[in-house]
């Protein structure tokens, strides 16, 4: 398997403007996760989904942010308008139910809002 | 509310030296523990993953310890490399959410 994908891969963008930041995740996988990095903060748990229904939305910082998941393979994470606040790595993960299962990681998405 | 807490911050040795990264977290009603690698620029690599039911794992010169009841695991790297040089993670799981610790800095130096 390819592992999970995420485009793009860097995006910059201006203040203001809306934002799709994209994720495949490994197929056949239950779970779909979406995380921010940052200096300040490390990693933060945005939006989590469980066959595609989002389970916990309770990191998303504001009605800004949205996520959908409108199939198993694919999911959205946007944000509109974007901030520079906003400028961080964002980071797709998925995983098959159960605890003794691993957690798997695209190379994340770094945006940068000027 | 779970924290991870990792120490030291950075860390840097001499290559062929053996060390260990400390995690610790604050609710110990986990799934798992996770040990994770991030390059500069790139995703998280997952190097162990230990259930709450276990007590250690092993894969080549790494070696994950997890004692669920005082809240701590370490990560051992045994005869340290440069190409060890990374940040390491680790991250606790709870239902379906993962914690993070804010990670070490590993220098392997030649």
């Known amino acids: 398997d390819a592992g999970v994908i995420q485009s793009p891969r860097h995006e910059v963008t201006e203040m203001g403007q809306e934002v799709t930041l994209r994720c495949k995740p490994i197929s056949g996988h239950d779970y779909l996760f979406w995380y921010r990095q940052t200096m300040m903060r490390g990693l933060e748990l945005l939006i989590y989904?469980?066959?595609?229904?989002?389970?916990?939305d309770s990191g998303m910082p504001e009605d800004r942010f949205s996520a959908k998941m409108p199939n198993a393979s694919f999911s959205t994470l946007k944000i509109q308008p974007s901030e520079p606040r906003d400028s961080a790595v964002y980071f797709c993960?998925?995983?098959?139910?159960?605890?003794?299962?691993?957690?798997?990681f695209g190379e994340g998405s770094w945006l940068t809002v000027v | 509310k779970q924290e991870v807490t990792q120490i030291p911050a950075a860390l840097s040795v001499p290559e062929g030296e053996n060390l260990v990264l400390n995690c610790s977290f604050t609710?110990?009603?986990?799934?798992?523990l996770q040990w994770f690698r991030q390059d500069p620029g790139k995703g998280l690599t997952s190097l162990l993953l230990?259930?709450?039911?276990?007590r250690e794992q092993t894969s080549g010169r790494l070696n994950a310890s997890l004692d669920k009841s005082s809240g701590r695991s370490t990560l051992y790297i045994a005869a340290s490399q440069p190409g060890d040089s990374a940040t390491y993670l680790c991250?606790?799981?709870?239902?379906?959410?993962?914690?993070f610790g804010e990670g070490t800095q590993l220098t392997v130096n030649p």
């Open positions: 991250a606790v799981r709870q239902g379906s959410r993962l914690t």
């Open positions: 989904f469980n066959n595609n229904v989002p389970i916990d």
């Open positions: 993960a998925s995983s098959l139910a159960g605890a003794g299962n691993t957690i798997y």
């Open positions: 609710d110990s009603a986990i799934y798992n």
């Open positions: 230990i259930q709450s039911s276990q």
